[in-house]
């Protein structure tokens, strides 16, 4: 089994920044990839960032130039780091690990982040 737990979010003025973390525990593997979807309200989730322990990344379009993921495997935790923040980011954000050798999705709380004036 595999536990996630996100931090970092909350309210942030259009234009700024947040760093969004999750932390896994439980078995971790190094084929595991990592990432971050997102859910706005009345609208399905949508993938925002994925990236595998060797730090290859992919990124939604709407993101891309102003999200950056990370992720630390000693620490098993992945980085959303989110810049010039628009209303359109806001969501609930979830915190995702697909485990490849098993065909397993795990998925954190989801934590909400809100970009208002």
């Known amino acids: 089994q595999v536990q996630l737990v996100e931090s970092g979010g909350g309210l942030v003025q259009p234009g700024g920044s947040l760093r969004l973390s999750c932390a896994a525990s439980?078995?971790?593997?190094?084929?595991?990839?990592m990432g971050w979807s997102r859910q706005a309200p009345g609208e399905q989730r949508q993938l925002v960032a994925t990236?595998?322990?060797?730090?290859?990344?992919n990124y939604a379009d709407s993101v891309k130039g102003r999200f950056t993921i990370s992720r630390d495997n000693a620490k098993d935790t992945v980085y959303l780091h989110m810049n010039s923040l628009k209303p359109s980011d806001t969501a609930v954000y979830y915190c995702?690990?697909?485990?490849?050798?098993?065909?397993?999705?795990?998925w954190g709380q989801g934590i909400q982040v809100n970009v208002s004036s």
């Open positions: 995702n690990l697909r485990n490849i050798l098993r065909n397993r999705n795990y």
């Open positions: 990236v595998t322990s060797g730090g290859s990344a």
């Open positions: 439980g078995r971790i593997f190094s084929s595991d990839v």
